[in-house]
């Protein structure tokens, strides 16, 4: 059903007040994060201006998406508290409207909002940060500076139904390709007259001094392999097959914050099958597919703050009342994030429940203050 002439009026009003908070928002990053490249890289190297610039400008859409919630709740209320002052909501309920209606438009655009964070703002600024991290080490080296970006004391795991490999690795390069004195412990599923069961057995132990991933083979070098039973035997090489490649490696080193929605499933899914706790990354996609909702309960808090009539009076301490709703309610997102990351409760539940409650928790109030 398409918005009426009064709902796109209501939606343009919505949209300026959002595009005017979120220049200012990115005037505000711009500056000080332009300062800060300049303090913390500038610091080391001569570093010309315009690629402190050009630094925080591949920083800018992941801090984009982290104060869009407080955009949308600061939009509303500047947009709502206009027509409120202007008698235009007082207009548009004599007309016929109720506040269901009116409030249709903010909704109809957080979740358009929602839906173009969680599949296009999210995977940008996550493949920018990568870009950002990329370009100020390559800056930082050709300055003169030394930039260790290798990963030391690396625990990996990948494996089957059949078997499983512990890999360990005093140190990985910046590719996540090359790790050296690797050391693998190799455990085949035990099968009692042609059946699996749950039970694990040693199998062999090799120690390497290099070992790099190729076209889906650990290819090692100067290696020893141990099996029971059996004299250790020194080899030259040897190939091993596994689902591992050197993205998904580096991304196993990184924040889940790092890696973009479309990546974040098959993520999963491979971290899964290698036997490793994936809680973190499933809260984190779990948590982008929970935007339109969030979106939308803010939205949703900060419209009906400012709905009361201005010549009732109070209107400043509702919308003090909203900002410390809104911020309780991202705090508790984090904090429930925590709990569904640690294992402490199921993924979805952590992702969705605090973006829900906030939903629910306005429609009830608009209901008993528009309905009774």
């Given at each position: 059903?398409?918005?009426?002439?009064i709902?796109?009026?209501?939606?343009?009003?919505?949209?300026?007040?959002?595009?005017?908070?979120?220049?200012?928002?990115?005037?505000?990053?711009?500056l000080?994060?332009?300062?800060?490249?300049?303090?913390?890289?500038g610091?080391?190297?001569?570093?010309?201006?315009?690629?402190?610039v050009?630094?925080?400008?591949?920083?800018?859409?992941?801090?984009?998406?982290?104060?869009l919630?407080?955009?949308?709740?600061?939009?509303?209320?500047?947009?709502?508290?206009?027509?409120?002052?202007?008698?235009?909501?007082?207009?548009?309920?004599?007309?016929g409207?109720?506040?269901?209606?009116?409030?249709a438009?903010?909704?109809?655009?957080?979740?358009?909002?929602?839906?173009f964070?969680?599949?296009?703002?999210?995977?940008?600024?996550?493949?920018?940060?990568?870009?950002?991290?990329?370009?100020?080490?390559?800056?930082?080296?050709t300055?003169?500076?030394?930039?260790?970006?290798?990963?030391?004391?690396?625990?990996?795991?990948q494996?089957?139904?059949?078997?499983?490999?512990?890999?360990h690795?005093?140190?990985?390069?910046?590719?996540?390709?090359?790790?050296?004195?690797?050391?693998?412990?190799?455990?085949?599923?035990?099968?009692?007259?042609?059946?699996?069961?749950?039970?694990?057995?040693?199998?062999r132990?090799?120690?390497?001094?290099?070992?790099?991933?190729?076209?889906?083979?650990?290819?090692?070098?100067?290696?020893?392999?141990?099996?029971?039973?059996?004299p250790?035997?020194?080899?030259?090489?040897?190939?091993?097959?596994?689902?591992?490649?050197?993205?998904?490696?580096?991304?196993?080193?990184?924040?889940?914050?790092?890696?973009?929605?479309?990546?974040?499933?098959?993520?999963?899914?491979?971290?899964?099958?290698?036997?490793?706790?994936?809680?973190?990354?499933?809260?984190?996609?779990?948590?982008?597919?929970?935007?339109?909702?969030?979106?939308?309960?803010?939205?949703?808090?900060?419209?009906l703050?400012?709905?009361?009539?201005?010549?009732?009076?109070?209107?400043?301490?509702?919308?003090?009342?909203g900002?410390?709703?809104?911020?309780?309610?991202?705090?508790?997102?984090?904090?429930?994030?925590?709990?569904?990351?640690?294992?402490?409760?199921?993924?979805?539940?952590a992702?969705?429940?605090?973006?829900?409650?906030?939903?629910?928790?306005?429609?009830?109030?608009?209901?008993?203050r528009?309905?009774?």
């Amino acid at each position: 059903m398409g918005l009426n002439r009064i709902q796109r009026y209501i939606f343009v009003q919505c949209l300026t007040g959002l595009m005017l908070v979120l220049s200012l928002f990115i005037i505000t990053i711009m500056l000080v994060d332009v300062v800060e490249q300049l303090r913390t890289v500038g610091g080391d190297i001569d570093l010309p201006p315009q690629k402190a610039v050009q630094l925080s400008l591949m920083k800018l859409p992941g801090l984009i998406e982290q104060t869009l919630p407080f955009g949308i709740l600061v939009a509303a209320m500047i947009a709502y508290s206009r027509l409120n002052k202007r008698s235009e909501l007082s207009v548009i309920r004599a007309s016929g409207l109720s506040a269901w209606q009116f409030l249709a438009p903010l909704v109809v655009l957080c979740i358009a909002l929602g839906l173009f964070a969680m599949m296009a703002l999210n995977p940008l600024g996550a493949r920018l940060s990568d870009r950002f991290e990329s370009l100020r080490n390559e800056l930082l080296v050709t300055g003169g500076v030394r930039v260790d970006s290798s990963k030391t004391d690396v625990w990996l795991r990948q494996g089957d139904g059949n078997s499983q490999v512990v890999i360990h690795a005093e140190r990985v390069d910046d590719t996540g390709q090359v790790f050296e004195n690797v050391k693998m412990l190799e455990e085949g599923r035990v099968f009692v007259d042609g059946e699996p069961t749950q039970r694990f057995e040693f199998v062999r132990r090799i120690d390497a001094e290099q070992a790099r991933i190729i076209n889906g083979f650990w290819q090692m070098e100067d290696l020893i392999e141990n099996v029971p039973g059996s004299p250790p035997e020194r080899m030259e090489s040897l190939a091993i097959p596994t689902d591992l490649d050197p993205d998904t490696l580096l991304d196993r080193f990184t924040s889940p914050n790092t890696i973009g929605f479309w990546r974040l499933p098959a993520f999963i899914h491979q971290t899964e099958q290698a036997g490793l706790d994936s809680s973190r990354f499933a809260v984190r996609l779990f948590g982008l597919t929970a935007i339109p909702v969030f979106y939308t309960a803010m939205g949703l808090i900060g419209a009906l703050v400012c709905l009361r009539l201005s010549r009732l009076g109070g209107t400043s301490r509702l919308v003090a009342g909203g900002a410390l709703s809104a911020t309780g309610v991202f705090f508790i997102m984090q904090f429930s994030a925590s709990l569904g990351s640690s294992g402490a409760i199921p993924p979805v539940v952590a992702a969705w429940s605090p973006a829900l409650f906030a939903l629910f928790a306005s429609l009830a109030f608009l209901a008993y203050r528009e309905d009774g």
